[in-house]
Nanobody, 120 residues
Framework: QAQLVESGGGLVQPGGSLRLSCAAA????????MSWYRQAPGKGRELVAS????????NYPDSVKGRFTISRDNAKNTVYLQMNSLKPEDTAVYYC?????????????WGQGTQVTVSS
């Protein structure tokens, strides 16, 4: 059974940093594109970073570009999100996602989320 478990969230002051981790199990991690999404209270879920399965190509929206860095360690079945220069508007629940499209089917898994609060 596929499982994604996020960790590393917490309370941080504006300008601070946090590193989120997402440990995967139950599927072939290296074959999945991995992403981080976030959802703030009263808002929809927003993509904040993604990394491909092959080549490790990354993508970020303008709102976090230059501040957030996604990386993956296929040997540890883990994806990371390094968040620097955090702002109050980065406050949200952060979710890990695994996605693979093959043979006309999509395989899509989500973690339970970890809270990030940026406040002084």
């Amino acid at each position: 059974q596929a499982q994604l478990v996020e960790s590393g969230g917490g309370l941080v002051q504006p300008g601070g940093s946090l590193r989120l981790s997402c440990a995967a199990a139950g599927f072939t991690f290296s074959t999945y594109a991995m992403s981080w999404y976030r959802q703030a209270p009263g808002k929809g879920r927003e993509l904040v970073a993604s990394i491909t399965s092959i080549g490790g190509f990354t993508n970020y929206p303008d709102s976090v570009k230059g501040r957030f860095t996604i990386s993956r360690d296929n040997a540890k079945n883990t994806v990371y999100l390094q968040m620097n220069s955090l702002k109050p508007e980065d406050t949200a629940v952060y979710y890990c996602n695994a996605l693979r499209v093959a043979g006309g089917r999509s395989y899509d898994y989500w973690g339970q989320g970890t809270q990030v609060t940026v406040s002084s």
